[in-house]
């Protein structure tokens, strides 16, 4: 199966609640990524937490890591319906063993409603 | 500063003709990677440029698929003969060196319809 599998795979909502979505991985990382896409638009990346890292905000955005369970959430705070998208979690591993691509999970698709 | 672009936006084939994408990288940009995903599935890595080279090729699906980054700017994807399930978005990436395993930056993306 895959790395950087998300749950739950749909989200709906409405306009000022709060949005959480979990990713799990497998194998060890330096970092993983969340990435957002808009319907038929490209990638936008949103943050990234670095291994040794356990919390992140950036505005509305709260990220966590766990690595002991391999496992991250993202929490986007009293959504917007400007946040309808797929988002996305990535790892990333070394650049030696893996040439520093990304790992995708099948995404969460994020619907709020006005 | 331009983003990444891709061209072209969106394309509709039918099986067994060629498509040819392409991807032009920020500039300064070494690494450049194509991913695609298909019917609302994973994004899925395709390949890894550093300059003109390939790094990591491990991604492609079949010989169908070829990739290249003449001069080490911009980058094309070939798909000859495009199949059906080779229907799908694909992105293109660039971040730059020295690589820090850290943010890679996508463009918009190409959306293949094989009918």
């Known amino acids: 199966s895959q790395q950087g599998e998300e749950d739950p795979q749909a989200l709906s909502i409405q306009e000022g609640e709060n949005a959480t979505m979990n990713c799990s991985y497998k194998?060890?990382?330096?970092?993983l990524q969340w990435y957002r896409q808009n319907s038929g638009r490209g990638l936008v990346h949103l943050i990234l937490i670095r291994s040794n890292e356990r919390e992140k905000h950036s505005g509305r955005l709260r990220v966590t890591l766990d690595t002991s369970k391999k496992s991250s959430s993202l929490l986007i705070t009293a959504s917007r319906a400007a946040d309808t998208a797929s988002y996305f979690c990535?790892?990333?591993?070394?650049?030696?063993?893996?040439?520093?691509?990304?790992?995708f999970g099948q995404g969460t698709e994020l619907s709020v409603k006005p | 500063e331009a983003g990444v672009t891709q061209f072209p936006s969106h394309s509709v084939i039918e099986k067994g003709q060629t498509v040819t994408l392409r991807c032009d990288p920020i500039?300064?940009?070494?690494?450049l990677y194509w991913y695609r995903r298909v019917m609302g599935k994973e994004i899925k890595f395709l390949l890894h440029?550093?300059?003109?080279?390939?790094?990591?090729e491990s991604g492609m699906p079949n010989n169908r698929f070829l990739a290249e980054r003449t001069g080490g700017t911009y980058s094309t994807l070939k798909v000859q003969p495009a199949e059906l399930e080779d229907s799908g978005v694909y992105f293109c990436?660039?971040?730059?060196?020295?690589?820090?395993?850290?943010?890679?930056?996508f463009g918009p993306g190409t959306r293949l319809l094989v009918l």
């Open positions: 194998t060890s990382i330096n970092n």
């Open positions: 500039s300064g940009h070494d690494n």
């Open positions: 990535a790892t990333a591993r070394g650049i030696y063993n893996q040439g520093g691509k990304l790992i």
């Open positions: 440029f550093v300059k003109e080279s390939k790094q990591d």
């Open positions: 990436a660039s971040s730059p060196r020295p690589y820090t395993i850290g943010t890679q930056y």
